[in-house]
């Protein structure tokens, strides 16, 4: 290739990427621009990019709308246990599918896959049938049971990825030197584990933290109800004037999953690399 | 649950066990936690899920509910609206899944070449994955906003004329929630995408390149090849998660305007939370399932008889 054309290549791929950067950017930046915009400028014909007189009314006027705070208490309550229980639960079944091939671990792994394809509504309405006789229908533990289940495909499928990563060297050099089973998955196998797990348990956090469908069915009153179900009640009165407060509370409810996602993201890469290859 | 299964393929690798010994008890006492709340919570209420769409069953009903055959699917059969909104569900799912991979193809093959930016792109690929669908509709909302819109007054700017109702407006709705459902679903795609590259030994481009072999030549030699079981395994779970999809739309429009956008989903949704038919709606779970099965086995099957891909 000459010079000429492999420099022109590569002007070409930047100016690609920047295409790409801005498709992915821009609807963000304008959520966080609206949110802060006093409301003149919201009924403005002629939005800009900019906010003119940015202001915090916004904020302030979406927690007076809506009960935020409950609904963000209620959104980390489900989500933490969700995300401890799965993970807890998950971690010793992952094991054994990751080692021994069994005929469980193989119908686990059929059902990891199989558990993707199916329609929530074939598992919502016999759920809520089962809740209901529980009386655990608009309950956050009615709702925590759901996600730890619901988390519970890629919470196996990532930790068996992570555990086949550990050495089995280590595990038999362990056996060797007399360690039981279970001698040695505490103490050989878990804290090389532990980062992996971790993971795991922020990525239950969050896909709990941004679930909408369960919530939207099981939770009836607004003081019971997580973020995202709370947001769509700002929905209702399609005003210009209540766009300010929509895009403030969007905003807020976006960050923490944004955060921590940000935190995990190499790992889980990482995570969902080690799955694949190691096929 | 989007990410993680991306690149999911059946795990049996795993070495043999020990010996038969060693997995007894001990191995039921690892297991049992994660299985029990799975079979009572997940197995058995997709067979009891099934079940009901043999049933008259409906909520907030006090005369018990009653076995009625196939009669929900016959019914569905003639209902008109359902299957309209599963042509929808069709066109919504193909129309987000083809252009996703398209786009976060292009996308993977630039974040594995050596650019400056990489990172930049890395960072922002971030927050469509990590959002909560909810906050990607509202966030659209305001976008597609007539009159306080970016997207409007983007192209009065360039003088395209007035803008328009994006949402709402009968022949531009679907178009409209398909980028966004194309835009909200990207990440996860290049991501799977870059981890089949990055999978692609180097040398097998370079020796392509001394022989002579263009960009296209070297792509349809060495790294479509490579990348190709990730490719079918993603666009497969693409296909199936677009076609589930709910909270988006709900956000977008609702299944509005007239219908236009409402996705099976929505439709079984309403069907079954307000007006409290769930025999009904659960008969509507069993058909998507069905045909879905139907589709992607013979997706599935073209594409690996397909041999070299041709």
């Not at chain 1, 990825?161 to 279970?182: I, K, N, Q, S, T």
């Not at chain 2, 977008?252 to 709606?281: C, D, I, K």
């Amino acid at each position: 290739m000459s010079m000429r054309t492999r420099r022109s290549v590569r002007a070409g791929q930047y100016v690609a990427l920047l295409c790409y950067l801005i498709f992915l950017a821009f609807p963000f930046l304008w959520l966080i621009s609206t949110a802060f915009k006093p409301a003149p400028e919201l009924g403005s014909l002629h939005p800009t990019w900019i906010p003119q007189h940015p202001t915090l009314d916004n904020f302030r006027q979406a927690f007076d709308e809506q009960p935020l705070l409950r609904a963000a208490a209620n959104s980390l309550i489900a989500a933490l246990s969700a995300g401890l229980i799965a993970v807890l639960i998950a971690t010793p079944m992952a094991y054994v599918m990751a080692r021994h091939r069994t005929r469980l671990s193989t119908a686990a792994t059929g059902w990891v896959v199989v558990s993707q394809a199916f329609p929530f509504v074939l598992l919502i309405i016999p759920l809520f049938l089962v809740l209901k006789n529980l009386h655990l229908i608009n309950t956050l533990w009615g709702l925590v049971l759901v996600y730890v289940v619901w988390a519970l495909p890629f919470a196996l499928w990532m930790l068996v990825g992570y555990v086949r990563a550990v050495p089995r060297e280590l595990e038999e050099a362990a056996a060797v030197d007399g360690a039981g089973r279970l001698r040695t998955l505490v103490s050989v196998t878990a804290p090389l584990l532990a980062p992996g797990i971790v993971a795991t348990a922020l990525f239950a956090f969050i896909t709990a933290w941004n679930e909408f469908f369960f919530a939207l069915v099981l939770l009836k009153t607004p003081e019971k109800q997580t973020l995202p179900v709370v947001l769509t009640h700002f929905l209702g009165a399609e005003g210009a004037s209540d766009l300010g407060p929509l895009a403030a509370a969007a905003f807020l409810a976006t960050l923490p999953s944004l955060v921590l996602f940000a935190v995990i993201q190499r790992r889980i890469t990482g995570g969902m690399l080690a799955g694949a290859v190691k096929n | 649950m989007t990410l993680a299964s991306a690149t999911v393929r059946s795990g049996r690798d795993g070495p043999p066990g020990k010996g038969a010994a060693d997995r007894g008890a001990g191995t039921w006492f690892l297991v049992l936690p994660a299985l029990i709340p799975i079979l009572v919570l997940s197995v058995g209420p997709l067979l009891y899920g099934i079940a009901l769409a043999f049933t008259d069953a409906q909520s907030g009903r006090t005369r018990a509910t009653q076995w009625i055959g196939t009669l929900n699917f016959r019914d569905l059969l003639h209902d008109g609206l359902f299957w309209e909104s599963f042509r929808i569900g069709l066109v919504w799912a193909v129309g987000v899944t083809v252009p996703q991979f398209v786009l976060a193809l292009g996308l993977a093959l630039l974040l594995n070449e050596n650019l400056r930016m990489r990172w930049l792109a890395r960072a922002l690929a971030i927050i469509p994955w990590a959002m909560p669908e909810v906050v990607v509709g509202i966030m659209w909302r305001l976008v597609y906003n007539p009159d306080a819109g970016i997207l409007n007054e983007t192209i009065r700017d360039l003088g395209l004329g007035d803008g328009r109702d994006w949402l709402t407006g009968l022949a531009t709705a679907l178009p409209a929630v398909i980028l966004v459902g194309v835009w909200s679903g990207m990440p996860q795609t290049t991501v799977a995408l870059l981890a089949g590259l990055q999978n692609t030994p180097h040398e097998l481009h370079e020796a392509a390149a001394l022989d002579g072999a263009g960009a296209w030549r070297r792509f349809r030699t060495v790294t479509w090849p490579a990348i190709r079981p990730v490719a079918l395994s993603i666009t497969a779970l693409n296909f199936i998660w677009n076609f589930n999809s709910f909270a988006l739309v709900y956000v977008l429009t609702n299944g509005g305007p007239g219908g236009r956008t409402r996705l099976p989903m929505l439709f079984a949704y309403e069907e079954a939370f307000r007006y409290g038919q769930f025999g009904y709606a659960a008969a509507m779970g069993c058909v998507m399932v069905a045909v879905i099965s139907v589709i992607l086995a013979v997706y599935l099957a073209g594409r690996l008889r397909g041999g070299d891909d041709r």
